[in-house]
């Protein structure tokens, strides 16, 4: 069953297009992260799903039905925005009692409720202190705890976790997926960072200039990404892209680029065009080793390298043009300056369109 579905929804602002013809399906029970760039219409897809804003067109159906036109306290949805937004003169247990009292609670229920709320996220001891108390991460956990303490099915979480320093954010990860374990509910999370998606979503929606690009796993959007945002953004270093040209070779393409020649599958009908954007990711590239046969290498210069200790960041150069690898640390010392050889699967670099930027092919053995 699906928990929310957004049918042709579209939203523009002084004739700027924020949404155009988003459709989008989220299932009961998953942890979906809206993953997009700043300004690409998250937080206002968030808004209309709540019902703070009104689509131009389309529809929002909620647990199957539609709910386009009901207002918010009626949706029954726990909503988390961006900021903290709390009442500095309320205590923390008035703030996250506010949605409660808010709905015209029972005072005799609104107590457990906070304070089972409280003790899932471990701020108890908090309750009877004030917000100009509270550090950043207690801040936030209050926030997120006023979001939860209504009882429904539906959290969603606008970019919660912005500002806060990493030891936070980890701290967070792990509340978020425990909250997601006891609840049982359907959590919507949007964000910018993708270590913040790829750690915590089942499932993940790429948004970019107002359109839904791709969903679904997260492993299959990160191993197969249809769209050139997507596999330059989604990962840690950032993938890298570079132009290419399609040759016709016998039956089928070839694609020259600066940095590697090699034969091509296009998975698109249709004549494709002849000059394409490629993509590789940095952990996809080794350096003085192939490890098979067929594997494509080019020479390279190694200008920097980063230690993180488990791996090695070398930053790489081929005729003025950089690039990045990512490999498993390793006993043999490499050098700034060293020239060595790169390779790679010829199947991990894939192809797009650069008007479109979505997927047209890979390449092939």
């Known amino acids: 069953m ?38 690409s219409g998250k937080s206002v897809l968030q808004r209309l799903i709540v019902g703070l804003e009104k689509p131009d067109s389309g529809r929002v159906l909620l647990r199957g039905e539609d709910a386009t036109r009901v207002i918010p306290s009626e949706r029954n949805i726990g909503y988390i925005p961006q900021s903290f937004a709390l009442y500095p003169h309320y205590s923390v247990f008035d ?43 207690e801040k936030q956990r209050v926030a997120i705890a006023r979001g939860i303490v209504k009882n429904t099915e539906i959290f969603i979480f606008d970019d919660p976790l912005t500002g806060l320093d990493f030891k936070l954010r980890e701290q967070l990860f792990d509340d978020f997926r425990r909250l997601r374990e006891t609840l049982g509910a359907t959590f919507i999370y949007t964000t910018s960072d993708a270590l913040e998606t790829l750690i915590m979503a089942d499932e993940i929606a790429v948004l970019a200039e107002g359109r839904i690009t791709e969903h679904g796993s997260t492993r299959d959007v990160f191993d197969h990404p249809q769209h050139a945002w997507t596999m330059r953004s989604l990962g840690f270093p950032e993938s890298t892209l570079f132009e290419g040209s399609l ?13 590697f020649d090699f034969a091509v599958d296009l998975t698109s009908a249709g004549q494709p065009p002849a000059e394409v954007v490629v993509g590789i990711r940095p952990q996809d590239l080794s350096v003085n080793e192939s490890l098979a046969p067929n594997w494509l290498s080019t020479p390279a210069t190694i200008i920097l390298q980063e230690d993180l200790g488990g791996e090695l960041v070398l930053y790489l150069e081929k005729d003025s043009f950089s690039f990045e690898s990512v490999l498993p640390h390793r006993k043999d010392h490499l050098l700034n300056g060293d020239d060595v050889v790169v390779h790679v699967d010829p199947q991990k670099l894939v192809i797009f369109d650069p008007e479109s930027g979505f997927r047209i092919g890979q390449g092939r053995v």
């Open 247 to 259: 040759h016709s070779a016998g039956s089928g393409y070839e694609c020259h680029t600066r940095l």
């Open 95 to 137: 703030n996250i009692a506010y949605p409660l009292t808010l709905a015209g609670s029972q005072r005799d229920k609104i107590r457990p409720a906070v304070e089972r709320t409280a003790e899932l996220l471990k701020i108890t001891h908090l309750l009877e202190k004030k917000p100009d108390q509270l550090s950043g991460g």
């Open 2 to 39: 699906n928990a929310i579905e957004l049918q042709g929804i579209s939203k523009s602002y002084r004739r700027k297009h924020i949404l155009q013809n988003v459709d989008l399906q989220i299932q009961a029970g998953t942890f979906t992260v809206i993953f997009g760039g700043p300004g």
